[in-house]
């Protein structure tokens, strides 16, 4: 669930949005009535509430053609590894290349979406690795020395009612409950590079099966 905050007068103009490009589109429209000249969007996730967009300092986006050709716009840092992830027709609701100091973020549209990724990214280590120093560590959330490696990576998951369409004024039932679940993981900005490399080399095999 994201939070639109009205950031030059200190207000919140919503708590209830899907997805962030509901948030953003609904800034722009408020903005001509003087509102939301800067804004700010957030999100609750387990355990707290982060900050993940500022119309101030934002990340510069590029426009990315989806799989069923839809033009999206995406953070650049992290573009080439959500293309690659859409690669494998594996479907994303949002992204950050920075959701938070030094943490990327992904959200996916369901637990089967991450599962697919995560199945696609983590190679269990050589014989010569050692789990607390490599990818496989991270995403495991392996314990060393007591405590979970560094940069392991963070899941949460949201519940969504797909039967229910909620808006900004009204919300429509449509007869019937859908539950599903999304499905987040924030992962140090520095294995963006290594993610890319890794799904480069799965695109790769498939084009030649």
């Not at 609904?26 to 000249?37: D, N």
């Amino acid at each position: 669930m994201f939070t639109l905050t009205d950031t030059n007068q200190l207000a919140c103009h919503g708590t209830s949005f899907q997805t962030i490009e509901e948030a953003h589109n609904y800034a722009i429209s408020l903005q001509e009535f003087g509102l939301c000249k800067t804004y700010c969007i957030g999100q609750y996730v387990d355990g707290g509430f982060v900050n993940v967009y500022d119309s101030v300092e934002p990340h510069r986006q590029v426009k990315l053609r989806h799989w069923t050709g839809r033009q999206i716009n995406v953070d650049e840092g992290i573009a080439k590894l959500i293309e690659l992830i859409w690669f494998f027709e594996i479907e994303t609701c949002n992204s950050c290349q920075e959701n938070k100091p030094r943490t990327a973020w992904i959200e996916f549209k369901d637990v089967t979406g991450l599962k697919t990724f995560l199945n696609l990214v983590g190679s269990y280590p050589r014989p010569e690795e050692k789990l607390n120093e490599v990818l496989y560590g991270r995403i495991t959330r392996y314990i060393f020395n007591n405590d979970f490696v560094e940069g392991s990576w963070e899941y949460s998951f949201n519940i969504e009612d797909c039967g229910v369409k909620e808006g900004v004024v009204t919300t429509i039932y449509q007869g019937f409950s859908s539950f599903d679940f999304r499905a987040s993981v924030r992962f140090p900005v520095s294995d963006i590079k290594l993610l890319e490399e890794i799904l480069e080399g799965k695109k790769n095999e498939k084009r030649f099966i």
